[in-house]
């Protein structure tokens, strides 16, 4: 019976929209709308899916099986109702990294153990701990992913002619600017034109397909005008039409260690990435999606790119967005969309490798630009200074070394901080000082002590942050107490380095002839305190429920 209770919950655990709105009154005009809005974000994905494969050291064809199975597969799956998942600019970084160091065969290996992850993390129900990523960290590392982006483009967007294109951002500024006389002034223009294209289609109709159109219109300016330009087809060839086979990749122990840190990285953007584009859509439409069912959505689209040789995917916020503005209802939008991204694959794909690089560069840069979104960057000035720290940390990582570090540090640094502001909350009053303050309870704060009894009060969590704060009330006192009253309503929480604290402090009270009672406590330290025998030690008679009877028992010990 048990075992069939917990499969059940994990078969409801899994709940795909998809499955849910078919149930319902799925309606031909619903269908309509879908169509609609699924061939036009197909149409804005066709362009990106290449863009970010070439921008990732990938193959063009990569970028477009990739938006095909995890748009595909995503959508069926996923728990957002509006999600459109491809490859996506975060990841372009990412993806470089991963290749410059371990190899194609590497990246996807790591593609497939990022989808393993997300499966057991959506599994696991891990989709709400995204929320605990700070602020800063995620405004350091999408600004310095911008950066990059942008540093890796350039050389396209001028035409340089560099042997040897460096991964690392510095080095690559270092040979733009040594090789800056092979400038090519065509593919430079085209660049050019291409930003411009986008700027003034999204300002002046912004429902139209931006990207789609600056590259028709250049592409067809390169191919009339026969400039000399580099294009898909003269780095990489014509593009194939031919399907894909799967193929399991040849995964061992050691493999899996080694690859780990970049699985993890990808699970980890991916993870960020689809859940902050899916709370968007919620945003917009007043949907709830299902983050644990999205994530292992998400998982399985990785798993299925790692085994037909693609790069990885997540959601996607711009595409998303559009799909939302041209009117969709369901997922099935999203399924179209890879559908109209298959059918161009398969029938059309030659015409895509007329596309010159430089317009691929140009739109990459826009979305750099969009995704550095340096007003918000700017704003952190005004927040408080540890916060502006931790973002400027990660950022400079991001650029300088790589996401995994910057996203590393900065959580770590933020900790700290959460830490330390967390202790300075934290405070020790006197019984004097008590009762300067307004009570709640003015008629418990009337108690007249005895000489010999010392009552200090502990505010905010008790935990490693502020565990010496007794050690320094001790320090404090010229004479020990016959009775120290440790007041403990405000201590919502404790943890065991606090608990250890207060062992130190009951047998230094114990050294001096000191009875320790304490008043108040709240119910977590209350089971704290039991199951670490802290009530043993001074007497379970001398843990107090209220300050009245704390009184009486000092008074007590006293006589």
Same mark, same amino acid.
């Given at each position: 019976m048990k075992v069939q209770e917990i499969t059940q919950k994990r078969i409801t655990m899994f709940k795909p929209k998809?499955?849910?709105?078919?149930?319902?009154?799925?309606?031909? @005009?619903?269908?309509?709308?879908?169509?609609? @809005?699924?061939i036009t974000v197909g149409i804005v994905a066709l362009p990106l899916a290449i863009a970010f494969a070439i921008g990732a050291n990938a193959s063009p064809m990569q970028g477009l099986w990739t938006a095909i199975i995890a748009g595909f597969s995503i959508a069926l799956l996923g728990g957002s109702r509006y999600q459109v998942s491809g490859p996506t600019g975060a990841f372009v970084v990412i993806i470089a990294g991963v290749i410059a160091q371990y190899g194609m065969d590497g990246l996807i290996t790591a593609t497939f153990l990022a989808g393993v992850l997300l499966v057991i993390l959506g599994a696991l129900k891990l989709g709400s701990l995204i929320k605990f990523i700070p602020y800063p960290v995620t405004v350091g590392f999408t600004t310095g992913i911008g950066f990059v982006i942008a540093g890796g483009q350039i050389k396209d967007f001028l035409g340089l002619t560099i042997p040897d294109y460096k991964a690392e951002f510095f080095e690559r500024m270092e040979q733009i600017v040594h090789y800056i006389g092979t400038i090519n002034y065509y593919a430079a223009g085209i660049g050019i034109v291409t930003i411009v294209i986008i700027l003034l289609i999204r300002k002046l109709f912004p429902r139209l397909p931006a990207a789609i159109i600056a590259v028709i219109l250049t592409t067809l300016t390169v191919y009339v005008l026969k400039l000399p330009v580099e294009t898909i087809s003269t780095r990489f060839g014509a593009l194939s039409s031919a399907l894909l086979t799967l193929k399991v990749p040849a995964i061992s122990w050691n493999l899996i260690r080694t690859l780990l840190p970049a699985a993890v990285t990808i699970a980890f953007l991916g993870s960020i990435e689809s859940l902050l584009s899916a709370v968007v859509a919620d945003g917009m439409t007043g949907d709830k999606h299902d983050s644990n069912t999205e994530l292992m959505a998400q998982g399985v689209g990785n798993m299925l790119c790692g085994l037909a040789g693609c790069i990885p995917a997540t959601g996607a916020i711009a595409r998303t967005a559009t799909n939302i503005k041209n009117g969709a209802v369901s997922? /099935? @939008?999203? /399924?179209?969309?890879?559908?109209?991204?298959?059918?161009?694959?398969?029938?059309? @794909?030659?015409l895509a490798s007329a596309i010159p690089l430089a317009t691929l560069s140009g739109i990459l840069l826009v979305v750099a630009w969009d995704m550095a979104e340096l007003r918000r960057f700017l704003n952190m000035k005004t927040a408080p200074k540890s916060d502006a720290l931790v973002?400027?940390?990660?950022f400079a990582l991001t650029v300088a070394v790589d996401l995994t570090v910057a996203v590393e540090i900065g959580l770590i640094l933020a900790v700290f901080l959460f830490v330390k502001r967390m202790s300075e909350t934290v405070k020790i009053s006197t019984f004097e000082t008590i009762l300067d303050k307004t009570t709640e309870e003015p008629k418990q704060e009337s108690h007249e002590l005895a000489k010999g009894i010392e009552v200090y009060e502990i505010n905010g969590p008790f935990f490693f942050g502020n565990a010496d704060i007794l050690q320094d009330t001790l320090e404090q006192l010229e004479k020990p107490p016959r009775v120290f009253i440790l007041r403990m309503r405000h201590v919502p929480a404790i943890d065991a380095t606090a608990v250890n604290a207060l062992v130190s402090f009951i047998k230094h009270c114990k050294h001096h002839k000191t009875q320790l009672i304490l008043s108040e406590v709240n119910e977590q330290p209350q089971k704290v305190l039991e199951s670490m025998g802290i009530a043993e030690m001074i007497g379970k008679e001398h843990v107090c429920s209220d300050f009245t009877t704390a009184v009486e028992q000092a008074k007590q010990c006293l006589k």
């Open positions: 998809l499955f849910e709105i078919l149930k319902q009154n799925y309606t031909k @005009s619903m269908f309509v709308k879908d169509l609609v @809005s699924g997922p /099935i @939008s999203a /399924i179209i969309h890879a559908l109209v991204l298959l059918i161009f694959t398969l029938f059309a @794909s030659n973002m400027l940390t990660t």
